[in-house]
């Protein structure tokens, strides 16, 4: 018998009022949440919650899931976490670190396949768990606590209380996590072209690609990309599949000019221990904020 479910996580602000859920059936469902967390943070506690809840069952598990970060973490990335100390490549902790290792031990001699599902497509039991995990947002975002659900047993057992992730005794002191612009709005003035530089960077770290809303805000709705490798991608098809870089990217400038009213081009070099890439990046300024028009890399010779 293979078990079949969708594991999904919502945050309303991100960070802000989040939840987290999983459906299996209309006799096999829980959920949870906290008054503060990440879109992140959600995701991948549905995932642990399902986990921990099936333990014991000798079934195959297929989690369906719409994040590719989720994915990639625990299938990818997690045996080089471990081997380094649970450290990232570039030496910095990895992010949701007590969940992660708390994934890694419920996943230990379990038969689990993941496999991606574009959100909101609707895919029946994605559609189900994402009404779970908004819904339990919402009821903390309104001061309540949502219902758990039966869980795996389906007697009606709740589904274990989940501590706020920030507030975990292993957690550094959570400062307050600032929006996109605010550390930009604290700090001297910028000229434009410094902002843009400063907003490209971000679009390297790990914090913002793992976070595909994160992402959103710096990219223009009619955003596209030529790759390095010739790919032309829509804006739709990198907030899928974004997620940290596989090896630190360090970004030596060459030009930052403008070509026409509230539009700037920023051309770049992109430097990995492996190869150099030459970039170039159109950004247009809308309502006060910059965003990202156009992308496009070329192998340098």
């Known amino acids: 018998m293979t078990i079949i479910a969708a594991a999904d996580g919502s945050a309303l602000g991100n960070p802000g009022p989040a939840g987290w859920g999983w459906f299996v059936d209309e006799d096999h469902w829980a959920c949870g949440g906290w008054p503060h967390g990440t879109n ?8 642990l919650d399902l986990l921990e809840q099936t333990a014991g069952v000798d079934d195959e598990l297929v989690i369906y899931c719409d994040s590719t970060y989720v994915i990639k973490s ?3 990335w997690m045996p080089g976490w471990k081997r380094k100390g649970w450290k990232k490549g570039d030496g910095k902790p990895v992010m949701n670190v007590e969940i992660m290792q708390a994934l890694d031990r419920a996943m230990a001699g379990r038969d689990v396949r993941f496999e991606w599902i574009k959100g ?3 895919h029946a039991l994605n559609e189900e768990a994402d009404r779970l995990a908004n819904g339990a ?3 903390y975002q309104k001061g309540r606590v949502p219902d758990p659900g039966p869980g795996w047993s389906g007697r009606g057992t709740a589904a274990p209380e989940r501590s706020d992730p920030a507030a975990a005794p292993s957690a550094a002191p959570r400062a307050p ?3 996109l612009f605010s550390e930009l709005a604290d700090a001297p003035v910028l000229s434009d072209a410094e902002h843009v530089i400063a907003l490209e960077r971000q679009l390297l770290e790990d914090d913002t690609r793992s976070d595909s809303a994160a992402v959103a805000a710096l990219l223009h709705p009619q955003w596209s990309e030529i790759g390095r490798s010739g790919r032309l991608w829509t804006r739709d098809e990198i907030l899928d599949e974004i997620a940290p870089l596989a090896e630190p990217v360090t970004l030596d400038v060459i030009a930052c000019m403008p070509v026409g009213p509230d539009t700037l081009l920023l051309t770049w070099r992109a430097v990995r221990d492996t190869e150099t890439t030459l970039r170039s990046s159109l950004w247009v300024r809308t309502s006060g904020h ?8 070329t192998p340098e010779g």
């Open 120 to 122: 909101h497509s609707g």
């Open 137 to 139: 947002a919402t009821a």
């Open 40 to 47: 992140n943070q959600g995701e991948l506690t549905a995932v």
């Open 74 to 76: 625990i299938t990818q």
């Open 177 to 179: 996590e600032p929006d």
């Open 290 to 297: 910059w965003q990202q028009l156009f992308h496009q890399g």
